[in-house]
């Protein structure tokens, strides 16, 4: 919410600057989010009167001026500007001065003539608009000489955007904001004049009745106004709406709107003629209702949405929007006024599902205090007769049904200290809250605080600390480690597996990235997902930030995509992630949560290939301690490339997707390079992860190491010859290694060349030549046999 500091002062005598006041208000508790000062850039131009012009002697188009800016002698400008005459006063930006968009003024000569500075437009003063400008601002001919323009044309202004808590909807107005910043400052603040006595002879409650027909009004009150002059407002109401950015209307209109910003109680004036029936009836809207807005759009309501009728009658959506039936028009002689509370989870609703979110709205689905209503209805009874807008009517008819009065609490004061860890004595403590306007009475150690029922959100003792701590200053509370105890400490299992798998994974030079568990449900056919898969199952979000957004993941695939699509139009030559996130499986019960397993994404594009990828998995399963472990080829996965994928198994349970992804995949997402990803299911990791490290002593007695190089075709798996040399080694085999694939001139077409390191070693004594040959031609027999091996 953005509150003028110039309205502001009208209720708070402030003696420090804005920034200051905005730094304070935030160490009190109340946000700012941004200080916006208009006009600063705008300096040393002054008001001047054109006493004189003639013609340049050199220059057509130039003419030279002698300007009246106050002092003793005239300042002489040359100008190509028309538009003005001799005695018009206009904007003078003198030598040294700065304009809007921070163009510099210095003195110069135009063909040969000496111009001290500038005339100034609209456009160079930052004030045209969206119109066109021609020629030079001429101000009114009553303007001072030799005044700042700012000053004159109020160019300068201060407004302080807060970011108000949903549980604060006392602080949306500028009087909520005054009533904290004289609690920060520790002075007193003034509440708007209320006062105002009824002229007309009628009685409103003569005329017209309420009939509130639905709980969600909790509060209708009506005014009446008789021999209404519509007109424009006064222009310190104008100022004051424009610097909150609401557009003036007229006398009428403006004061309900200014009531609204000043108290945060928002209004509405109906046309007193429209009102036929003279029964203001609150109810639900008939379903398929048709009803045209202020806005003048036709809008389709139904039985949800609350609505004032003037009888049958829709004449207004209550708390939204009122009806062009009933407007305020400029002939208008009779008004009602209406001051009312509503159902704040209604109105938030109602407004979201006509697609109209208003001032008005805004504030009533905070939950306002129906006991502001009677405070709203007078002040703009006040106004309307300072401004001699109207004649009130006499009485006035407040229906509500259920009045909510303030509430008492009991707070032990030595609890307060001992929860603030501060020794602030029992008469500061009331200090602090009776200048919050919680009426406080001190009874022995403890403190009864009368909580005001516009103070919603405070309702147990930890809210009175809260209060006063922030008036106190948090910035005066020592700093304390916490008094608490607990009977186990560190981290937990799985906490220490995400480590290992953390520190594996930047240890293999990857960054981690995060992104979120909701996407869109486009993601499917970007990454290529039949029309009948089960990753299309998935759980939708009821009120989600927007399409993108509307559903949660179940494949982190396309979130991985995005990350390397961002890096890729960022013009990074190479990207290496991780992200450890969930995927939400739905459950088959539609009443119980879906199932959150937790996925590792792996990431890369780049001077990398199927085995850099293959690798970096190889390094966290090793970090786990896994064993059993086993690639076996996958080529029916249409988001991955059908010859350069597999699936990882831990025994016969499969844990995930290690491979090179479709080009048509990385097309759709406008990457010019191939991309690696793998997926893995981290539950099922960290359920087979042994980190237990078992001490093997150094071997007494030498290995043998054997070479072999195979032919094979081209289709056989190197996972499949390594499982054959693993089973025929028995227990003398050590390790085996690849350390050579080879495709050439040498090798018969569709076959390719597999080159092993076999070491064998027993612990218990050295191997002889005929123990190994033995073992070692057992594997060559089999690899024949079963793989059609051949020795190179």
Not at 261 to 274: C, S
Not at 340 to 352: H, M, Y
Not at 605 to 624: F, R, T
Request: glycine share 6%.
């Amino acid at each position: 919410m953005k509150v003028p500091v110039k309205w502001l002062k009208d209720y708070v005598d402030i003696n420090i600057s804005a920034k200051e006041l905005s730094d304070k208000l935030t160490m009190s508790g109340s946000k700012v989010e941004e200080l916006i000062i208009s006009g600063a850039e705008i300096e040393n131009v002054v008001t001047g009167k054109i006493i004189e012009i003639v013609k340049h002697p050199d220059a057509d188009a130039l003419v030279i001026c002698q300007v009246n800016i106050g002092l003793d002698l005239p300042t002489q400008i040359v100008t190509a500007a028309t538009n003005m005459k001799e005695q018009d006063i206009v904007p003078v930006a003198l030598h040294g001065s700065s304009l809007h968009g921070g163009l510099k003024i210095k003195k110069g000569k135009l063909r040969g003539i000496v111009s001290n500075g500038m005339f100034c437009s609209e456009e160079e003063l930052g004030i045209a608009g969206d119109e066109p400008v021609h020629g030079l601002m001429i101000l009114p001919g009553d303007t001072p000489i030799g005044k700042d323009i700012k000053e004159v044309l109020k160019l300068q202004s201060v407004l302080i955007d807060f970011e108000i808590t949903s549980n604060r909807p006392d602080c949306l107005s500028v009087l909520g904001i005054a009533r904290e910043t004289a609690a920060t400052l520790g002075i007193e603040y003034r509440k708007p004049a209320l006062d105002y006595k009824a002229t007309a002879a009628e009685n409103v409650e003569d005329i017209y009745k309420v009939n509130i027909k639905d709980e969600l009004c909790r509060r209708y009150m009506l005014k009446g106004i008789k021999n209404v002059k519509i007109e424009p407002s006064p222009q310190w109401m104008q100022e004051r709406l424009l610097e909150a950015e609401i557009r003036p209307i007229n006398n009428i209109v403006d004061i309900t709107n200014f009531v609204m910003v000043e108290l945060g109680q928002p209004m509405h004036a109906f046309d007193a003629r429209q009102i036929t029936t003279n029964n203001i009836v609150i109810e639900r809207a008939n379903s398929n209702e048709k009803f045209i807005t202020l806005d003048e759009v036709e809008r389709e309501l139904d039985e949800s949405i609350l609505n004032i009728k003037d009888g049958d009658r829709t004449i207004g959506l209550a708390g939204i929007m009122g009806g062009l039936n009933s407007e305020i028009k400029g002939d208008s002689t009779s008004i009602i006024l209406e001051s009312a509370n509503f159902d704040g989870v209604n109105i938030r609703f109602a407004s979201k599902k006509l697609s109209l979110r208003t001032d008005a709205s805004s504030k009533f689905e905070k939950d306002l205090d129906p006991n502001m209503v009677q405070m709203a209805m007078d002040r703009a009874c006040n106004l309307i007769q300072e401004l001699g807008a109207g004649e009130i009517m006499e009485g006035c008819i407040d229906v509500y049904p259920k009045i909510l009065k303030p509430h008492t609490l009991e707070v032990d004061a030595t609890w307060i200290n001992s929860f603030l860890g501060t020794d602030i004595s029992r008469r500061d403590m009331k200090t602090y809250l009776d200048r919050l306007e919680l009426a406080t009475e001190i009874k022995g150690d403890y403190l009864i605080i009368k909580v005001p029922t516009n103070r919603a959100d405070i309702n147990i003792r930890e809210d009175i600390a809260e209060e006063i701590a922030r008036i106190y200053g948090y910035d005066n509370i020592p700093s304390t480690l916490p008094n608490c105890a607990t009977s186990k400490s560190g981290k937990s299992e799985k906490q220490k597996l995400e480590d290992k798998v953390v520190l594996s994974l930047t240890s293999s030079a990857l960054n981690q990235s995060i992104s979120y568990s909701f996407v869109s449900p486009k993601i499917f056919n970007k990454i290529l997902v039949p029309e009948d898969s089960k990753i299309r199952n998935v759980v939708t979000i009821k009120n989600p930030l927007g399409e993108d957004y509307s559903i949660m993941r179940t494949t982190t695939i396309a979130s991985m995509m995005e990350c390397l699509g961002r890096n890729y139009s960022r013009n990074n030559e190479e990207a290496r992630l991780f992200e450890i996130g969930k995927v939400y499986i739905p459950n088959e019960d539609s009443d119980k949560l879906p199932e959150e397993r937790n996925i590792l994404t792996i990431g890369m594009y780049g001077n990398v290939d199927y085995l850099d990828l293959k690798g970096v998995v190889e390094n966290v399963i090793d970090s786990l301690g896994l064993k059993n472990i086993s690639f076996k080829r996958e080529s029916e996965n249409p988001t991955y490339h059908p010859g350069k994928t597999s699936n990882l198994y831990i025994k016969r349970e499969l844990v995930g997707v290690v491979g090179e992804i479709h080009p048509s995949v990385s097309e759709n997402y406008e990457v010019e390079q191939r991309c690696y990803i793998a997926e893995l299911n981290l539950d099922i990791l960290y359920k087979y992860a042994d980190l237990n490290k078992k001490y093997n002593a150094l071997p007494k007695f030498p290995a043998v190491t054997r070479d072999i190089a195979l032919i094979v075709d081209e289709e056989v798996l190197v996972q499949d010859i390594e499982d054959i040399i693993v089973k025929q080694g028995g227990n003398i085999l050590e390790s085996t290694k690849l350390f050579d694939v080879y495709k050439g001139k040498q090798i018969a077409e569709g076959k390719k060349s597999i080159a092993y390191a076999i070491i064998y070693r027993r612990v218990d004594k050295t191997l002889t030549d005929e123990e190994v040959n033995k073992v070692h031609e057992k594997i060559l027999r089999t690899l024949e046999h079963k793989l059609g091996a051949q020795l190179r």
